[in-house]
């Protein structure tokens, strides 16, 4: 079978080729209306066209491809946020490509030495001072977009963040009206301006008369489920009210108080932070704060491509929300 061509998407859509590829190559705008847009798109689904990416690179300097730094695919949120950026890139004739930590957690290593010149962009999640150094110390302009980042830093042609304060003031605010007055907060040991954001929100939403407790754990079950089973069986008042960092860090803390003799919600309550797939997969299910992953990789790759067509990218925080579950209840009666 004959691939189809441009010309014959222009065939079919009563335009010139010069049109079809204004329109493919979203250049079309102030030049052709939405409707002959339009039309050109629905002949080139109807014909299944695919333009042919590499020849347009050689002809445009360009090849389509964006590079994606993200921690790990293994945790649940950043395969949501690859999912989002790859929907818009192929809306745009654009190609993702992964860049994956060796460590899994934490800063990205440098991928732009060898990577720099088969690219049109850089979408980065917490990524570290020096790798931003590595840009421009790679010899190359590549339009950076910054997710979950701190925006104050500069180094960026974008940034892309959620409202994880105000998330984080929810689920204080949740739990400081169900009762609580004693806190620990189960923190990610990892060093990352989104989990300084979650603590300095923890420490700002908490009113007087209240006791708090910070107890760092690797973003893992079994370490947080040691750090929270230390934690509890220490002297001192113990906490009624756990707030967590992740999703994963939460569950650790239920095994640790379920290990302990604690009942969830009745002797402790627990949130989570992300509404991954285990949020509601444990008993009883846990009381988090949803983030749209998906949305933050969808408004990443808009970002870069605003960027390429040398527009400014502003935009608001992206909005979170609590998801109240079985997790949390009034603290127990002393």
């Known amino acids: ?85 790859a929907q818009i890139a192929a809306e745009h004739g654009f190609s993702v490509v992964l860049y994956l930590s060796p460590d899994g957690t934490g800063p990205a290593r440098n991928p732009f030495a060898s990577a720099s010149a088969a690219l049109d962009g850089v979408i980065a999640s917490s990524m570290a001072a020096d790798a931003l150094a590595a840009i421009s110390g790679a010899g190359t302009e590549l339009p950076l977009v910054m997710l979950d980042s701190d925006p104050t830093t500069g180094g960026a042609a974008a940034f892309v963040n959620l409202a994880l304060a105000d998330g984080t003031r929810q689920a204080t605010e949740h739990l400081l009206g169900l009762g609580h007055r004693s806190f620990l907060h189960l923190a990610s040991a990892v060093d990352s301006w989104t989990f300084d954001v979650r603590a300095r929100a923890l420490t700002e939403a908490l009113g007087p008369h209240t006791r708090l407790r910070t107890v760092r754990s690797a973003l893992d079950v079994p370490a947080a489920t040691a750090a929270m089973e230390t934690a509890l069986s220490g002297p001192g008042p113990h906490p009624t009210a756990v707030i967590c960092d992740d999703d994963i860090l939460a569950v650790g803390a239920c095994k640790a108080a379920r290990r302990l003799g604690l009942r969830i919600p009745e002797d402790l309550s627990v949130t989570g932070f992300d509404d991954l797939a285990l949020a509601t997969a444990v008993e009883p299910e846990l009381t988090t704060v949803s983030l749209p992953a998906e949305h933050v990789g969808r408004q990443g790759m808009s970002a870069l491509l605003a960027v390429l067509d040398g527009q400014t990218w502003t935009a608001p925080d992206i909005p979170v929300h609590l998801v109240v579950r079985g997790s949390t209840a009034p603290p127990p009666t002393p």
Not at 6 to 21: C, E, I, K, L, M
Not at 56 to 84: C, D, H, I, Q
């Open 1 to 85: 079978m004959t691939r189809p061509t441009s010309r014959d998407v222009a065939r079919r859509a009563g335009v010139s080729q010069a049109t079809v590829s204004l329109v493919l190559g979203d250049k079309w705008r102030g030049r052709v209306s939405e409707r002959t847009a339009e039309q050109v798109r629905h002949a080139a689904t109807e014909l299944g066209y695919r333009p042919n990416l590499a020849a347009r690179s050689l002809r445009l300097g360009s090849t389509r491809t964006a590079l994606l730094v993200v921690p790990a695919l293994t945790n649940e949120f950043f395969a949501r946020v690859y999912t989002g950026a």
